[in-house]
């Protein structure tokens, strides 16, 4: 199993700032993910963070907006840019401890608000 | 395009009764899905996937690809049974797709 640490875990922000959110995972993890949950919805998968390389975006989500390091195997960062009230949201790390079936372990989530 | 649809939003049960969350998916290819569970204040865990046929504190889920479902279903709820409960699908690429969500209330 691997245990995934996100800091901060909650955040109040102005508007137009940006915000960095970190993900430690106690492991080496062959993939890690970044998604958010908006208010009342469901998780919506923003990227993969490549170990060494650009995140891979999924559509709606571009690298201005989101931009994402890895910069080894065990952690990673999401910066939220330019922040609006619309990105007021729960960001959440994610990893799998192998490639295929590997179980998908998740942090407690970055709570955003954005005034 | 919605790959995984939990039609469900709320589902209230009592204490003792079964329970059934519905998820259907779409995929062309071979699906993989699992079952996600947050209880209150905890972080999102698996609760079990469908490769592995086992039954998870009471839980179980059919993989139909007839149908495509994939329902999960408990005989006798339990009230530490409310929690969000969600159906995901992992796509070719190993990233999880997920469903809307289920909150279920298990009554007293």
């Known amino acids: 199993s691997a245990v995934i640490s996100q800091k901060p875990s909650r955040d109040i922000c102005q508007r137009g700032t940006s915000l960095t959110i970190q993900c430690q995972v106690d492991?080496?993890?062959?993939?890690m993910f970044w998604y958010r949950q908006q208010p009342g919805q469901s998780l919506t998968l923003i990227a993969t963070a490549n170990q060494g390389s650009e995140a891979t975006y999924e559509s709606g989500f571009v690298i201005d907006k989101f931009p994402i390091s890895r910069p080894n195997l065990t952690f990673s960062t999401l910066t939220v840019s330019n922040m609006s009230p619309e990105d007021s949201s729960i960001y959440l790390c994610?990893?799998?401890?192998?490639?295929?079936?590997?179980?998908?372990?998740f942090g407690e989530g970055s709570r955003l608000t954005v005034l | 395009a919605q790959r995984v649809t939990q039609p469900e939003k709320l589902l209230s049960v009592f204490k003792g009764a079964p329970v059934e969350l519905k998820c259907n998916y779409s995929?062309?290819?071979?699906?993989?899905l699992f079952w996600y569970v947050q209880y209150s204040r905890q972080r999102l865990q698996l609760l079990l996937r469908h490769i592995s046929r086992e039954s998870i504190k009471g839980f179980t889920a059919d993989l139909n690809k007839g149908e495509t479902s994939f329902h999960l279903k408990k005989p006798f709820a339990q009230e530490e049974d409310s929690a969000m409960y969600y159906c995901?699908?992992?796509?070719?690429?190993?990233?999880?797709?997920f469903g809307a969500g289920t909150t279920v209330t298990v009554r007293a």
């Open positions: 995929y062309s290819g071979s699906p993989e």
């Open positions: 492991s080496q993890v062959t993939m």
């Open positions: 995901a699908l992992t796509l070719n690429d190993y990233k999880l797709s």
């Open positions: 994610s990893a799998r401890d192998r490639v295929g079936s590997g179980e998908l372990f």
